[in-house]
């Protein structure tokens, strides 16, 4: 019984593991955003504690720190940045796929579908 227990929690474990493994989004990002006025190339920064993501992203509006989490392969974000009429936020939604990921950018007046790839 008790040899049963111990496969059962090392099978647990290992399961835990690689689906840890399979989830993790740290990393350097270049990414392509389809805005309004055309494509717009950034590039993002990414840590990941469990679920919880930080990161920057490096844009031609600017730089700006990122909050968000990661839960399976969805990762939603949200950051800040100045805008003409003040701070504009703007989330984050994406499938991470391997080292590709793809979604849409919400800034409250619209949305931007955008890709990324992640820096080797």
């Not at 989004?25 to 805005?35: P, S, T």
């Amino acid at each position: 019984m008790s040899r049963l227990l111990s496969i059962c929690a090392a099978f647990a474990l290992l399961l835990n593991v690689t689906a840890g493994a399979q989830n993790t989004v740290a990393g350097a990002w270049d990414l392509a955003i389809n805005g309004p006025q055309g494509m717009i190339t950034a590039g993002a920064t990414l840590k990941q504690e469990g679920d919880k993501l930080t990161g920057t992203i490096n844009s031609p509006q600017g730089d700006a720190e990122m909050t968000g989490t990661v839960k399976g392969n969805t990762i939603e974000l949200t950051f800040s940045m100045a805008g003409p009429d003040g701070p504009l936020e703007i989330k984050i939604n994406g499938e991470v796929s391997g080292d590709t990921v793809k979604g849409m950018l919400d800034f409250g007046m619209g949305q931007a579908d955008f890709t990324g790839t992640r820096k080797k």
